[in-house]
């Protein structure tokens, strides 16, 4: 995966909050995501435009401790949120 590559929401997946857990879902359909916190922030990240290397860059400031996991963790939550549709590759 290029560390240039954004990838915009897709407007048909809802997130909702349920006490500790996150869910993605698909009003019309019956796809839902299950999000663990690395993948919501993932998520929320996308919507803001950031590129895969921004991505990166952001976590790994915010959670130095976790440098080593977060390239792995991030760009494993980016595949199965676009394998699942709800994240699209942006063109451009």
């Not at 909702?16 to 922030?41: H, K, P, Q």
């Not at 929320?44 to 991505?55: D, L, N, P, R, Y």
Request: aromatic letters at 10%.
């Amino acid at each position: 995966m290029e560390y240039s590559q954004k990838f915009v929401v897709n407007p048909a997946f809802k997130v909702e909050r349920f006490d500790n857990e996150i869910l993605l879902y698909a009003v019309s359909s019956t796809t839902g995501v299950y999000l663990n916190e690395t993948a919501y922030l993932v998520w929320e990240m996308c919507t803001q435009g950031h590129s895969v290397g921004e991505i990166l860059t952001l976590l790994e400031e915010a959670y130095p401790r976790q440098q080593t996991a977060i390239p792995g963790d991030a760009v494993a939550a980016i595949e199965s949120l676009v394998d699942s549709g709800a994240l699209i590759a942006a063109n451009g």
